[in-house]
């Protein structure tokens, strides 16, 4: 049904009592002052209703109020936007492949689990072949080849590791801009969640490698096959990585992230440790017992993480899944009671000096005129009895079922602390709910105000509606 | 402008407007209510939200801004 003109004033005129030259001549002045104001580049605002302004192209514009947004809406108060799909860099990764590199390949060193992998891709590019040969004979042959070999790539080993600190900076940065993001995607492709199962099997080759020297043999060739780097081999990142795996702990952790990745992952995983062998190796004896050292002591801080993870899965389980079971019916009606979008009062004031004039002191005076059952009992509130005068106003919901008997239960539970209860019936998406709301308020601050202070878990568990909304 | 008329004026267009009625006022413009469905809305960054639906105001105008400065 269409509201022309002479019905609005049909209806004004029905609402107020007056005249309807008065109304017209009203609605004319409202019409001018709002154009006015808009004409002057100043938004009017009508309280509780809505601001009227021309934007940039010249168009009359109405920006509805919370109040009448909330209202309006009523049907689907407190849906709020649920994500789908968390902002991914992947894609955005792959597009600037060329050119920012750098940038894109930051963001996935915010999760723990990516850093720990991108160190990962790191050492796959970085180890070149020259370096792996060296470290594969290494283990093997013991230390009889060891320092002939070693002896190209000692050197700058040793200054890195005198700055250590910087170098780390440094050669992160530059494996970074090295770290292509072909690699990228395929770190993107494998599971995240192996991790928990492969676990076990990863421990195990660790322990593997610690016992048998062999097995970096191995390592080497796969490495070989697979790795053709795409770029040359860079000593210093390699270095610097490899620091960085012996002292970080955070290092540890990742790799025990990566380390159960499947296949790909594995043999990344796999990398470290020969490389911190090799690079190691060409210093001298002792220092390739260091490196074994480490290892070993790396290994017990492995478990002992894998441990902690599993028993942190376990714990969480534990309470995860009781409380999915034992959410009953009211929890599930709480979920569509989500908290009607907020008004916030002080913008009112602040938006008042645009504001029509209007006492609303005054207006609500002369509601509270008749005052109807008892005397005492004031017509809007909360606790008392509920007053029929006060039905225009809005009411804050607590509950909202599908079942009516449940409903008039949890009202009569309500009404025995002392509130004003109704129960309403709306339809909501094909399908009746029965709406348990309390008290009488004038408006949607005075409800929210009142639902503020609601005991738990009602204070942040509600939303407000109109009472005669239809 | 009397209080009681804004006040007035308020009530019945948002009465007519929950009614999903069209409120025409010549010279102003028209309120109504306009559903929107729900739809997902995917982001330039690939975050992708399910945006629920809901029953919005539009008010349309033909006035246009008569001194342009």
């Known amino acids: 049904m269409k509201i022309n003109r002479a019905k609005l004033i049909e209806l004004l005129v029905e609402k107020t009592g007056m005249g309807a030259d008065e109304i017209e001549s009203q609605l004319k002045q409202l019409i001018d002052r709002i154009l006015d104001a808009a004409e002057r580049g100043k938004a009017l605002e009508v309280k509780e209703f809505g601001m009227f302004y021309f ?11 919370d109040e009448l947004s909330t209202e309006i809406n009523f049907k689907y108060a407190g849906m709020e936007p649920v994500e789908l799909k968390p902002a991914r860099d992947q894609d955005s990764e ?27 891709e790191i050492f796959g590019f970085n180890v070149g072949d020259q370096d792996l040969e060296e470290e594969d004979e290494g283990p093997i042959e013991d230390d009889a080849e060891g320092p002939d070999g070693g002896a190209l790539i000692s050197p700058p080993d040793k200054v890195d590791r005198d700055i250590d600190p910087f ?36 421990e195990e080759e660790k322990a593997q490698k610690k016992e048998t020297d062999e097995p970096f043999v191995d390592f080497g060739e796969d490495e070989d096959k697979d790795d053709s780097p795409p770029f040359a081999p860079d000593e210093d990142v390699a270095d610097v990585d490899d620091r960085i795996e012996e002292e970080d702990d955070p290092d540890d952790l990742s790799s025990i992230f990566d380390g159960p990745e499947p296949k790909t992952a594995e043999e990344k995983s796999k990398k470290p440790e020969p490389v911190a062998a090799g690079t190691k190796k060409p210093k001298s004896d002792t220092k390739s017992k260091k490196v074994k050292e480490s290892q070993k002591e790396r290994d017990p801080i492995m478990m002992v993480i894998s441990i902690a993870l599993i028993v942190i899965l376990v ?70 009895n509920l007053v029929d005068e006060a039905n225009d106003g809005y009411s804050i919901v607590l509950h909202s079922m599908q079942n009516e008997v449940r409903a008039r239960s949890e009202a009569a539970d309500l009404a025995s602390e002392g509130y004003r209860v109704l129960v309403s019936p709306r339809l909501v998406q094909g399908s009746t709910v029965w709406r348990v709301s309390v008290g009488q308020f004038p408006t949607i601050p005075e409800a929210q105000q009142a639902a503020a202070e609601l005991p738990n878990p009602y204070s942040t568990n509600n939303f407000i509606q109109r009472i005669q909304t239809n | 402008m009397k209080s009681t008329f804004i006040k007035a004026f308020k009530e019945v267009l948002r009465e007519q407007i929950l009614k999903k009625n069209k409120v025409e006022i010549d010279g ?17 960054n690939g975050r992708v939200v399910m945006v629920p639906p809901a029953d919005v105001v539009e008010f349309k105008s033909k006035v246009r801004r008569s001194n342009e400065n």
């Not at chain 1, 050119?99 to 990962?120: A, C, F, Q």
Request: aromatic share 6%; proline share 10%.
């Open chain 2, 28 to 44: 102003f413009g028209t309120f109504e209510v306009v559903h929107r469905k729900q739809h997902q809305k995917t982001y330039e």
């Open chain 1, 315 to 384: 714990i969480a389980g534990f309470f995860i899944i009781p409380s999915l079971f034992d959410s009953d019916e009211p929890a599930t009606d709480m979920t569509t009671e989500q908290p009607a979008p907020q008004v916030d009062a002080p913008q009112e004031e602040a938006q008042s000096v645009l504001t029509p004039v209007e006492p609303e002191a005054d207006v609500e005076v002369t509601e509270e005129e008749p005052l109807p059952p008892e005397p005492e009992q004031p017509v809007y509130g909360l606790m008392g």
């Open chain 1, 94 to 120: 792959e597009q600037a492949k060329d050119l920012s590199s750098e940038e894109v390949v930051e963001d996935p060193k915010d999760e723990p689990s990516s850093t720990g992998s991108d160190m990962d």
């Open chain 1, 167 to 202: 170098s780390g900076l440094l050669g992160d940065a530059s494996s970074k801009m090295k770290g292509s993001s072909d690699d990228d995607s395929d770190k993107d492709k494998e599971d995240p969640f192996s991790f928990i199962l492969e676990d076990d099997d990863k």
């Open chain 1, 55 to 65: 934007d940039e192209h010249g168009d009359l514009k109405f920006d509805p109020a």
